[in-house]
């Protein structure tokens, strides 16, 4: 059961890998810029000196960035393509006629934007890793998993918006509203810790405060304890968006 399911999910993904090998350039191009602008702009430009915690403010960010990344990149590859596929070249509609499970197509639809989530969140991260403004951050295991878990998560979230959207203005509201207050408000530019307790409140409410809280304390690992109860917050995020794709998929209300 395992090698099938394992096999389905490579047939549904099998389309965006070669989307993915014949655009690596643009790929590459497109997930190294907004990150870099972020840096130079947040990382370089406003901000110098030691945060509270006693890092760089540089330090700081980075781990931020690469969480902001991993929800950007993933949400918007997986939602804008399967969008895209629904509505236009009501090619999804063909995948659903076929014989596959359900599981396979909620995990092979999202590996176009957990590669170009990983992509772009490490690209970030080892590139902070060479700076000589981030000598407090770190290489670990554990931060590689808590981008994995987060661009899995938001790919998730990726695609239960492309299926609950009814045309691509209604994506653009989705990601207006959902997407781009995470992107400022969810400690990856500031320590939510420093906030009111009302707010903190709200913001621990969205799923890209416990990734920017995971990550961080992953890559300064000598200066932040590891917030295990952010982490399995954000695999529930992720269990939870899961259960809405599977039933969007199994009502048909795509």
């Not at 629904?86 to 599981?103: I, Q």
């Not at 799923?207 to 695999?235: G, K, M, N």
Request: net charge positive; charged share 10%.
């Amino acid at each position: 059961m395992t090698v099938s399911l394992a096999r389905q999910v490579y047939y549904v993904a099998w389309g965006d890998m070669r989307f993915i090998r014949h655009n690596i350039l643009n790929i590459a191009v497109m997930s190294i810029m907004s990150p870099l602008l972020y840096l130079i702009a947040f990382g370089f430009g406003l901000r110098a000196g030691e945060t509270s915690i006693g890092v760089s403010y540089v330090a700081f960010v980075i781990p931020g960035i690469a969480a902001l990344s991993s929800l950007s990149a993933s949400f918007s590859s997986t939602s804008t393509r399967m969008n895209v596929q629904r509505l236009y070249y009501k090619s999804f509609d063909e995948m659903m006629m076929c014989p596959l499970s359900l599981h396979a197509i909620a995990l092979g639809k999202c590996v176009l934007g957990l590669f170009r989530g990983l992509f772009a969140s490490c690209l970030i991260y080892v590139l902070g890793l060479c700076l000589p403004q981030a000598p407090e951050l770190a290489l670990t295991p554990l931060a590689f998993v808590c981008i994995l878990i987060s661009c899995m998560t938001f790919a998730l979230l990726g695609m239960a918006a492309a299926l609950m959207a009814k045309s691509h203005q209604s994506l653009a509201t989705l990601n207006s509203l959902i997407i781009l207050p995470m992107t400022f408000l969810c400690g990856t530019f500031f320590s939510v810790a420093d906030l009111h307790p009302v707010f903190q409140a709200i913001l621990y409410c969205l799923p890209l405060t416990h990734a920017s809280e995971c990550i961080r304390a992953a890559a300064l690992p000598a200066y932040l304890d590891f917030p295990v109860l952010s982490l399995v917050a954000l695999v529930a995020f992720g269990i939870a968006f899961y259960c809405i794709v599977y039933h969007l998929l199994k009502t048909r209300k795509i």
